[in-house]
């Protein structure tokens, strides 16, 4: 990378992407949220970029900085190592550019994630049984080539490119007073720090990271350039270990707090998106609306806008967070019981269940069990109910028919 490339953009910069973009992607909408604004008492909108092309925030910045490059280099190709959002992005922008891209993606990069890419025209590798295993070969690859490499994020292109979103924000809502970002390797943040300080500096930025994954709260804590990951995280977008030294310096300047939040809480409130506002999000995404929920940020009544940063989700993972929600909110509960093996006692509980609006999603006859008395069955029920107060109920008329009955977790 030439030192070019790792000089602070200027709003200049960011306001000649904007006028770049026009036309090559979708200017977001910044919808508000009369359900949280009511919860938390602030004017709380999202600005929603899981409805970006590709799925998410990554397409500006990879779409400015190929723009950049020289004739010689756009007919040398680029290369860039992501598993996720940054892959489909510049898979995406070298298609529009008519430029050759190779993405490296670790060997366990799902495969709707490959498809994805592959889609957009890129050649994918699987290398590596981690990141920095796939890093290395698409450097190596890169010098081989002699193909660019494009930075997910510590580049003065991408993050003027990332940075338009803050200006769409601004134009859309002068008025903002917060503003939450994800924050990985630190360039979105980075972007929109810059552009919204220079043109309202009243206006406060609010990172938030993973708790397991917090390399910029950890190197802005202790002044020093810190490498910090605690354990796995279901938040894939920001799950960063080695930001970027120029995204480092810029939150230094233009970031007012960060903080972190868990993946409980990311799961919960990507759940409550989908089901309040049907909007779906990846994990990251869903960390402004977790800090708020963690009471992390201080709304005190402040017009406040969460970037929904991208909408790539494993559709797995989904189904498990939102049974994990359901359960959190007695939507979905599980409940056990040991029964006498005899005709009519199985169709006595589930008419019971049934009688009190309660829906077996699930049922499961385990005889086997170490703990089964003999003569008696194991059975648990996983049951659709209304919240808690119905449970109340099930429980109550369950028990009045002489068995006991237990509440475990999913």
């Avoid at 190779?102 to 799902?110: A, E, F, R």
């Avoid at 759940?271 to 869903?286: C, M, N, T, W």
Wanted: charged share 25%.
């Amino acid at each position: 990378m030439s030192d070019e490339n790792l000089i602070e953009p200027s709003i200049e910069d960011i306001q000649e992407a904007q006028e770049f973009l026009k036309g090559k992607i979708f200017s977001t909408p910044v919808e508000c949220s009369s359900t949280f604004s009511n919860i938390y008492g602030a004017p709380i909108y999202f600005k929603l970029e899981n409805f970006q092309k590709t799925g998410s925030f990554k397409t500006r910045g990879a779409l400015f900085k190929i723009s950049k490059l020289s004739s010689k280099e756009q007919k040398d190709g680029v290369i860039a190592c992501s598993a996720g959002n940054h892959a489909q992005g510049v898979a995406y922008a070298a298609r529009l550019a008519k430029v050759s891209s190779k993405i490296i993606m670790p060997s366990y990069t799902i495969s709707a994630k490959i498809n994805a890419v592959k889609a957009y025209g890129a050649e994918v590798i699987l290398y590596g049984n981690s990141y920095a295993e796939a890093f290395q070969e698409a450097k190596r690859l890169s010098q081989k080539e002699n193909r660019t490499f494009i930075d997910g994020f510590n580049d003065r292109w991408i993050i003027a490119g990332q940075g338009t979103i803050g200006l769409e924000i601004l134009e859309k809502h002068p008025d903002v007073e917060n503003i939450i970002v994800p924050v990985g390797g630190g360039g979105l943040i980075s972007g929109i720090a810059k552009a919204v300080k220079a043109m309202n500096n009243k206006v406060k930025i609010i990172g938030v990271q993973s708790e397991n994954c917090d390399s910029v709260v950890e190197t802005v804590k202790r002044g020093e350039y810190t490498v910090s990951s605690k354990g796995f995280t279901i938040a894939d977008g920001i799950s960063v270990q080695n930001p970027g030294t120029l995204n480092i310096e810029m939150i230094k300047k233009y970031v007012d707090q960060l903080v972190t939040v868990s993946d409980e809480s990311m799961a919960y409130a990507l759940f409550k998106l989908l089901e309040r506002h049907k909007i779906l999000v990846e994990p990251s995404a869903a960390s402004p609306l977790a800090a708020i929920m963690e009471q992390k940020v201080d709304l005190r009544g402040k017009k406040t806008v969460g970037v929904a940063s991208g909408g790539n989700i494993d559709l797995l993972l989904l189904s498990k967070i939102i049974y994990k929600a359901m359960e959190k909110d007695k939507g979905l509960v599980r409940i056990e019981c040991k029964i006498p093996d005899r005709p009519g006692t199985l169709q006595a509980i589930t008419s019971t269940i049934s009688s009190t609006g309660g829906n077996i999603f699930h049922a499961e006859v385990d005889n086997l069990s170490y703990d089964t008395p003999p003569g008696y069955q194991s059975i648990t029920f996983s049951i659709n109910l209304r919240d808690s107060d119905h449970l109340e109920i099930l429980l109550k008329k369950l028990g009045d028919l002489g068995y006991k009955f237990h509440v475990s977790s999913l």
